[in-house]
């Protein structure tokens, strides 16, 4: 086993080395530009970006047309959303999404806000799921689009999305859902779940940085968006610029790895993530994870270790690689919103640390994490005047 | 940008010093408790008086918070044991923030040590205080402070 160990797969995942050796062909001798349309270096160019629409559509069950390159799912929440909004505003200004996006669709709506658009942020319950009632009273005439993600950054919570497809097919509002997480990781259908535009990103399933792809309707219906870069009109006029070869031709590769892996690999990650989970409790009292478990990706447990500070914790833990809703590991200096809206304390939301397990992590590496936590939460709570209180508290009660 | 702590942070949150607590109604012990949890930063400091030469004989801590602030209270417990209540109270948050080399981020850390340490000294000369009275039936010589400052 080495160290440090990497358990941090929703902020990234490491480039599968089959999508490497795919892309380092497009770096050297198949430089070309993909809109080069004079000689065999664009062809080959253009042929591999062809291939690669074909992997990432198949991914989602959507045709090779439908697929638009960009240059990272923010991007693609940026084009879905400002793109639909202002396409259709004739037909209605009015915008419903949840507030536990993430924030390349919070951020881009507030943006749109300013421009006029009415937006509505629903809220999650305590499991972190949308209320569908919820969503169909906030449809109004003037509604244009809907945006809930698929899977959660943070605590994974799966959303259910063709339920909200249908909803939104029904009331003839558009449906846009940030599939980054989940992609590649749980079945995900664009034509079963009536997705009209899918954010997806490469880096998250195993391929590189700097590109990611919209998904957009062709048909029934057919969506139009405004383009937000203007230029060569690459990419059906949607997104100019050109094209990211190997960055798509490693996408490609990725989404054909994770099409044929993801039924065996999602239950061997989903295995994994237990086992960390049985070793913590098995080691510690008075931990709590945060979201619904049954509605949530194989590979996410987010847990709040009570009486001991997040940033701490990574502290104790410093060779294995999480993330935690701590304020003071934002650069907001404020606790996780997401657990926020889950109605998580600010005292637990602070606690809270963020596993994200995936295809390379192995059952040596949870059990040397789970003792790990195990080791340092109990040292931490020894050294914290909370824990102390809430034993005095229990004593006394005990006593009385 | 949280991970760049200073060797002398790690240190001490590697190797706190004088974590634990000492019998808070014991009249010769003061007790500081400062910060709140919603904000990710509670401290509780207190320190052992001996009340002939007014010197800190001992001093504890526990603190709910990150790094910087568990090494802040640290090396505040480190800093006072040995000062006379006057000396303590002559400790300052930019001693700390400059002993630790706190980033700017971190700068409330060694307020809440300062805190901490103010208010456990108010809350022993608020004992001695209420001893005074209670035994000789005279007046207070000092100002009882308010232990806890702020807590919750």
């Known amino acids: 086993m080495n160290l440090p160990i990497y358990m941090d797969c929703h902020a990234t995942t490491p480039v599968d080395p089959r999508v490497l050796e795919a892309m380092l062909p497009y770096f050297r001798e198949r430089f070309g530009n993909a809109a080069s349309r004079n000689h065999s270096f664009g062809w080959q160019a253009e042929e591999a970006v062809e291939a690669a629409r074909k992997q990432v559509a198949a991914l989602i069950g959507a045709t090779a047309r439908e697929i638009i390159f960009t240059s990272g799912a923010t991007e693609s929440d940026n084009l879905a959303i400002k793109g639909a909004a202002r396409m259709y505003r004739e037909k209605g200004d009015h915008i419903i999404t949840v507030v536990t996006e993430h924030k390349a669709v919070l951020d881009t709506c507030k943006h749109l806000q300013k421009e006029g658009f009415q937006v509505t942020y629903l809220p999650v319950g305590r499991d972190g799921l949308v ?123 990725a989404s054909e790895i994770a099409a044929a892996e993801m039924a065996e690999e999602s239950v061997r990650v989903a295995g ?129 | 940008m949280t991970m760049s702590y200073s060797d002398k942070v790690l240190e001490h949150y590697n190797n706190p010093r004088n974590v634990g607590s000492l019998p808070k109604d014991d009249v010769t012990v003061g007790t500081g408790l400062v910060g709140a949890p919603e904000c990710g930063d509670v401290m509780k400091l207190q320190v052992k008086v001996d009340p002939e030469t007014g010197v800190i004989a001992d001093a504890k801590f526990k603190t709910f918070g990150c790094g910087s602030a568990i090494a802040s209270s640290s090396l505040a417990t480190e800093w ?73």
């Open chain 1, 131 to 253: 209320d569908l009632d919820q969503l169909r009273d906030a449809i109004t005439p003037k509604t244009t689009l809907i945006s809930v993600m698929a899977a959660n950054n943070e605590i994974g919570v799966v959303q259910p999305i063709a339920e909200i497809g249908r909803i939104a097919r029904e009331r003839g509002v558009l449906f846009h859902t940030d599939a980054v997480q989940a992609a590649g990781k749980i079945p995900f259908d664009v034509e079963a779940m009536n997705v009209d535009m899918a954010s997806l990103s490469a880096h998250k399933m195993y391929g590189p940085k700097g590109v990611g792809a919209l998904y957009v309707r062709r048909k029934n219906p057919r969506v139009l968006l405004e383009p937000i870069i203007d230029g060569g009109g690459h990419e059906r006029g949607m997104r100019s610029g050109t094209l990211n070869v190997p960055g798509i031709v490693g996408m490609g590769k």
């Open chain 2, 80 to 152: 006072l044991k040995g000062k006379t209540l006057d000396q303590a109270l002559e400790i300052k948050n930019v001693d700390i923030v400059n002993e630790l080399s706190l980033p700017p981020v971190k700068i409330h850390c060694s307020v809440l040590a300062e805190d901490a340490i103010k208010a456990a000294i108010a809350d022993y000369k608020r004992k001695q205080a209420e001893a005074e009275q209670g035994h000789d039936n005279g007046t207070a010589p000092a100002g009882g402070g308010t232990a806890a400052a702020g807590v919750r």
């Open chain 1, 272 to 400: 994994l993530r237990d086992r960390l989970l049985a070793g913590l409790r098995g080691g510690l009292d008075e931990i709590y994870v945060n979201g619904s478990m049954e509605h949530r990706l194989p590979g996410n447990l987010n847990v709040s270790f009570a009486y001991v500070e997040g940033e701490s914790l990574l502290m104790g833990i410093s060779d294995v690689a999480v993330s935690s809703g701590s304020a003071c590991t934002s650069a907001t200096l404020e606790p996780s919103y997401v657990l926020r809206a889950l109605g998580v304390g600010d005292e637990l939301a602070h606690s809270s640390i963020r596993f994200g397990l995936g295809r390379f992590n192995t059952e040596e590496e949870v059990d040397y994490v789970a003792g790990k936590m195990v080791q340092v939460v109990t040292r931490l709570r020894e050294m914290s005047p909370l824990y102390e209180l809430a034993r005095e508290k229990a004593s006394g009660r005990a006593a009385t």
